[in-house]
């Protein structure tokens, strides 16, 4: 497992959604120098930590942990086909409509 690479990917998301380090240590509950060390890859991180700290950074733990971003993609659209399946039709039109728009109203605020 290469801590660096899942240290780098942490401050990444951490940036993204504007925290600092003491920010997301405290919301984590670590200590800010603790933090740092995820971040370089000097330390490594407990499950609970990582659990807490994509939570806190609103991901998978796989985002955290994994490279390849097409892999939690791909279990998403598996998710979504999952539930399309489970509807009828005109219901299935329906979701997808919304979904279009939704990402047009994401498109246009982003």
């Given at each position: 497992?290469?801590?660096?690479?899942?240290?780098?990917?942490i401050?990444?998301?951490?940036?993204?959604?504007?925290?600092?380090?003491?920010?997301?240590?405290e919301?984590?509950?670590?200590?800010?120098?603790?933090?740092?060390?995820?971040?370089?890859?000097?330390?490594?991180?407990?499950?609970?930590?990582?659990?807490?700290?994509?939570?806190?950074?609103q991901?998978?733990?796989?985002?955290?942990?994994?490279?390849?971003?097409?892999?939690?993609?791909?279990?998403?659209?598996?998710?979504?086909?999952?539930?399309?399946?489970?509807?009828?039709?005109?219901?299935?039109?329906?979701?997808?409509?919304?979904?279009?728009?939704?990402?047009?109203?994401?498109?246009?605020?982003?």
């Amino acid at each position: 497992m290469d801590y660096y690479k899942i240290g780098q990917r942490i401050r990444r998301l951490r940036k993204a959604c504007g925290f600092s380090q003491e920010q997301l240590a405290e919301k984590v509950g670590i200590s800010v120098t603790h933090m740092s060390h995820i971040e370089t890859g000097n330390t490594k991180l407990s499950l609970p930590v990582l659990v807490e700290m994509a939570e806190t950074l609103q991901v998978s733990t796989d985002e955290l942990l994994y490279d390849n971003p097409n892999s939690v993609k791909t279990l998403i659209k598996q998710e979504i086909s999952e539930l399309l399946d489970t509807c009828s039709e005109k219901d299935a039109k329906i979701l997808i409509e919304t979904i279009k728009s939704l990402k047009m109203s994401l498109d246009k605020y982003n």
